[in-house]
């Protein structure tokens, strides 16, 4: 066992907790059966997720038993917003959801040993519950005027739209959750977002009611926002997702690569395993050399791994090199070229041009003329080879895997060009 409350604080993931040194005389004693919540109200985790299911692995790792639980009935309601009612998917489509979460979250845990994780879905509780016996049984014990005060919903009553009453019973459902696990499983910690305390509390409340005697604990690490505030894990094209089909291997690795400098290292301390030494050595290259992005880079190539495996991160980064000249284009594998080149300016044509005119074309430079000008300075580049002339025309065996140029103005400006079938 160790220190993991200590170890929690100095990565910046403990925000909040219902009695500290309770919490932290539990855990020293341990091991403690802990549980965090995901619900499937999308077919993927995103970034944000990432938070929690690295939180669990760094309690399991610590020695203590977590319990994963996708929430295919919760999903089918969805937490409350702070803007407008969710819309509610079709119970299939949820059970599909919940299929995907946990292949997602069970590659960061361990499922041998004695502190072996469990996966749980609440279903197993709620769907053979009635509603007079829901009512009844679980109900009877919250009082509205508490439930008024959650943030969730007091933002919600300030709206234009109000909330229903099946978003207001969510907290219900997850007290229930709280109780259910504490029940069949020994569960005596919830683990959450700190936007989450409101019903991480709903649960602890409700144990207090039916088992008096019950030892439980809640703990929220804190939201994760940008230097610039905006929200952590968006970026133009929306949400940064773990699956690949959703957010490629590539554009994953390029969130992480292009964090904000003001933010690396607190990312750091929150999302990578590195020691405390390597850490605080990133950070200090960082504050000297912050334009050779090492802190960045190492996140980057670190949770990739996690992520998405050493194969794909390997072929994420010799693509990012390629594409600045740094290695053979030819190399790459379709799909991973054709994922690098989906996060750059990229047009598509039936018919190759003239250097120029691509150049031009795709945005490159403002005019054909400055076309002309770059390729005449000798920073025109079409598959890292230098264009010589201004005339240049590529030729169909110059494309990529049948298909793609990739071109470079200059050291850092990349566009592709993607030729179709006329």
């Not at 041998?112 to 197993?124: H, K, S, W």
């Not at 943030?151 to 229930?176: C, H, K, N, P, W």
């Not at 029940?183 to 005596?188: A, D, N, V």
Request: include cysteine; proline fraction near 4%.
């Amino acid at each position: 066992m160790t220190d993991i409350v200590d170890e929690l604080k100095w990565r910046g993931l403990f925000s909040l907790s219902t009695d500290e040194d309770a919490l932290r005389k539990a855990l020293a004693d341990g091991p403690v059966t802990f549980y965090c919540g995901f619900d499937p109200t999308a077919p993927s985790l995103h970034v944000g997720h990432l938070v929690q299911v690295l939180t669990m692995r760094r309690l399991q790792q610590a020695g203590h038993r977590p319990l994963a639980l996708v929430g295919g009935a919760t999903g089918l309601i969805g937490d409350p917003r702070p803007t407008a009612e969710r819309t509610l998917n079709d119970p299939e489509t949820v059970a599909g959801w919940v299929g995907k979460l946990r292949s997602q979250i069970e590659p960061f845990l361990s499922f041998e040993g004695d502190n072996a994780a469990v996966m749980v879905n609440n279903l197993d509780w709620t769907a053979g519950l009635s509603a007079i016996e829901f009512l009844r049984d679980i109900g009877k014990h919250f009082r509205v005027n508490k439930m008024l005060t959650k943030d969730s919903v007091a933002r919600r009553l300030e709206s234009d739209q109000g909330i229903s009453y099946t978003e207001f019973s969510y907290q219900i459902l997850q007290g229930m959750d709280f109780l259910q696990l504490y029940r069949r499983y020994g569960c005596t910690l919830q683990q959450g977002g700190s936007d989450q305390w409101g019903n991480l509390t709903a649960g602890l409340d409700l144990i207090h009611k039916l088992e008096p005697h019950a030892d439980v604990h809640a703990l929220a690490t804190p939201l994760m926002t940008k230097a610039d505030g905006t929200k952590f894990g968006k970026t133009e094209g929306g949400a940064v997702w773990l699956d690949p089909e959703m957010t490629t291997p590539y554009a994953f690795y390029q969130f992480w690569l292009n964090v904000d400098d003001r933010d690396i290292s607190r990312y750091m301390r929150i999302l990578s395993f590195r020691s405390r030494a390597e850490l605080e050595e990133l950070e200090r290259q960082t504050e000297e050399r912050p334009q050779a992005r090492a802190a960045q880079r190492a996140l980057a190539e670190e949770l990739t791994t996690l992520v998405h495996g050493a194969d794909q991160t390997a072929a994420v980064i010799a693509a990012s090199k390629a594409l600045f000249g740094q290695g053979e284009l030819a190399e790459l594998d379709e799909r991973t070229l054709t994922a690098a080149l989906s996060e750059v300016p990229h047009i598509q044509v039936s018919e190759l041009g003239p250097v120029v005119d691509l150049f031009a074309e795709v945005g490159l430079v403002a005019s054909k003329s400055a076309a002309r000008r770059t390729v005449k300075e000798g920073g025109a580049y079409v598959n890292n080879v230098k264009v010589a002339a201004e005339d240049a025309v590529p030729a169909r065996e110059d494309l990529l895997h049948g298909r793609w140029l990739v071109l470079r103005r200059g050291k850092k400006n990349l566009a592709a060009v993607e030729v179709t079938e006329a």
